[in-house]
């Protein structure tokens, strides 16, 4: 692995570890046994890592949130949207643990946040919906679908924050991201076609979500 690749990595280790705060460059040049000067001829400060990181990430959920062109939408696409979604954020969870200080503290990480929600997750998120409904998945209106799509959002960008709160002697793990799916769940669930709401049952009791 290159050393531009070696430190992306270690920093992504040590911020999920530790918190983005609590890692300088330093910690990471010791981590891998490089010199600082050797870490500063590829980044010149923390934030370019953090904003690469970041870039990383979007590209995970880009792969991910690929909508299928040749067939209807599908339950089993659905929950793998979900899967990603908290996947993705269970890889680079340090990126959401305080995501507003993380913005305010880097500007070039706000615009490319910024510039990517608006241009691009919020239209994937927003034609997923329509596809489910036009698939006869979701019994939605139009206008319903704008509330909808914020409030998964919300859930899913604030959910392993919400849970280092709710549960504070307890460790971010894996299973905080299926407890996170079954809260998506159970806003997607009056929704849910009368025809899907045996299978529906099923997939919140696969997330520990059933009634």
Not at 99 to 115: E, F, I, T
Not at 135 to 160: E, H, Q, R
Request: proline share 4%; hydrophobic share 45%.
């Amino acid at each position: 692995m290159k050393t531009y690749d070696r430190i992306l990595a270690a920093s992504l280790q040590l911020f999920n570890e530790q918190g983005e705060r609590q890692v300088s460059t330093n910690h990471i040049a010791a981590h891998l046994g490089i010199s600082p000067g050797n870490l500063y001829y590829h980044f010149r400060h923390k934030e370019a890592i953090v904003h690469q990181i970041f870039l990383q990430y979007q590209d995970f959920i880009r792969a991910r949130l690929t909508l299928p062109s040749e067939r209807s939408l599908q339950v089993a696409d659905m929950l793998g949207y979900l899967d990603s979604a908290f996947d993705g954020m269970w890889q680079y969870r340090f990126l959401f643990y305080d995501l507003p200080g993380l913005l305010a503290r880097n500007p070039p990480l706000q615009q490319a946040y910024q510039q990517f929600l608006q241009e691009e997750l919020n239209h994937t998120l927003h034609t997923l919906c329509q596809r489910a409904v036009d698939a006869g998945l979701l019994t939605l209106d139009a206008s319903d679908i704008n509330p909808l799509v914020v409030n998964i959002w919300l859930v899913v960008k604030f959910w392993f924050a919400f849970e280092q709160v709710a549960q504070p002697s307890q460790a971010v793990s894996e299973a905080s991201g299926r407890r996170g799916v079954s809260q998506v769940l159970a806003l997607l669930k009056p929704y849910v076609a009368d025809a899907l709401r045996p299978g529906f049952a099923l997939a919140q009791a696969r997330y520990g979500g059933a009634d």
